[in-house]
């Protein structure tokens, strides 16, 4: 499963991309340094509620919508994780059932 | 406006209170010590992503569940401010009319 700071980090990312902002202008409209910011893209740092609101204000973006758009990341990610449990639990009942 | 980790904690203590869980049983089974998880509840501790997933593991929740709650408690916030500052910006039209 990856980690919920880990898709803050991607979500983060694509917003500032989808606008066309660098690392640098969000740095300076968040008041929060360069290379913070970069660890948090790559989802290397935990960032603060502070810090996130602050950059969702400098991305414009409503700080609710930021954990919506992780939800709705983590919501496909748990599926998966589900569907490769129940799959892996049939091919191992078939394999006991083709053993006895 | 309500730190984000407030009403991460406030989602968590809604969840672990529905299912008449103590706090210790959250402890035992998130394998996290109950002091910490009770500053997460009051908003003191901003939770790792790992710890989160932990706690919502252990109250039978999606983590992508809580997020969801979380982010629609701080839409409502954020709509609450959005009206306030549209409110005292129609007083300050109406103060500066007055006054001219």
Same sequence: chains 1, 2.
Avoid: F, N, W
Avoid at 21 to 37: E, F, N, Q
Avoid at 54 to 81: F, G, I, Q, R
């Amino acid at each position: 499963m990856t980690a919920m700071r880990q898709l803050v980090g991607e979500v983060l990312r694509a917003r500032r991309m989808s606008q066309g902002l660098t690392l640098r202008d969000v740095s300076g409209k968040a008041r929060v340094s360069l290379g913070y910011i970069s660890e948090v893209e790559r989802g290397q740092k935990e960032p603060s509620s502070e810090l996130l609101a602050a950059l969702a204000s400098a991305l414009d973006v409503p700080l609710s919508k930021v954990l919506l758009d992780v939800s709705s990341l983590l919501e496909v990610e748990e599926a998966a994780e589900a569907h490769i449990a129940s799959v892996s639990s049939i091919a191992r009942g078939a394999v006991s059932a083709s053993a006895a």
